[in-house]
């Protein structure tokens, strides 16, 4: 069983266009996460989701909306897709906010934009 | 600004000790983790320390020192499956986790 799945496992697209990605948690988890994985290997969180209060990264570009149907989901997208936008996104999720809590990884979405 | 600052890579023996070191300054602390990052995977929760000393768990070890702004990782009886990424991250005063870039561990037979 899938702790947290995304789909799709590799995207590619061209520049300008407009994609979703998602992610689904089946740990009852009440918080999820958007990480991006540049090719340096820095992981930066982009946003985070807990009963319905979500907190953005102040450096992300309003292109990237987190959407979250329900508890489980969260899916991200991408308007206007630009080549600096290329790099493999993680979906996370934990228990609650807080440092006591572990945050589980799906295992990311490889975007490539030409 | 905050910072976590981890070695690029590391080259250590199958069978041998290897110590990973991470060093922060970050806005608030709420804890260090430890992850782990396998070439194409995910990462995957190794340790978490929030209060000074060591924390061991079967081969692997971590340690802080929070008036120093340092954590080690130990890893001992090294296999070759460990070798991957190992990822030094802190929980800021908003339970925001900032990551280091990882370390990269090769192990050699």
């Known amino acids: 069983d899938t702790a947290v799945s995304q789909t799709p496992k590799y995207l590619v697209t061209q520049m300008g266009n407009d994609k979703s990605i998602k992610c689904e948690q089946n740990l009852g988890h009440d918080t999820m996460y958007w990480y991006k994985q540049d090719s340096k290997k820095f992981l930066k969180i982009m946003f985070s989701y807990n009963n319905k209060e979500l907190i953005i990264n102040e450096t992300v570009p309003n292109r990237f909306s987190p959407k979250s149907p329900d508890k489980a989901h969260l899916n991200l997208h991408i308007n206007s897709l630009e080549l600096g936008d290329s790099a493999v996104y993680f979906c996370a999720s934990s228990q609650d906010v807080g440092q006591l809590y572990e945050q589980y990884f799906g295992p990311g979405t490889r975007l490539t934009v030409t | ?109």
């Not at chain 2, 995957?44 to 924390?55: A, C, H, I, K, R």
């Open chain 2, 1 to 109: 600004g905050q910072n976590i600052d981890q070695p690029t890579e590391m080259t250590a023996t199958e069978g041998a000790i290897v110590q990973i070191n991470c060093t922060y300054q970050t806005s608030g602390f709420n804890g260090l983790f430890w992850y782990q990052q396998h070439a194409g995977e995910a990462p995957t929760f190794l340790s978490y320390n929030v209060l000074d000393g060591l924390e061991e768990k079967g081969r692997f070890s971590s340690f802080l020192s929070r008036s120093k702004g340092y954590s080690y990782l130990l890893l001992k009886e090294l296999q070759m499956k460990d070798s991957a990424s190992y990822l030094c991250a802190v929980m800021d005063s908003n339970y925001q986790l900032i990551w280091g870039a990882g370390t990269k561990l090769i192990i050699k037979p």
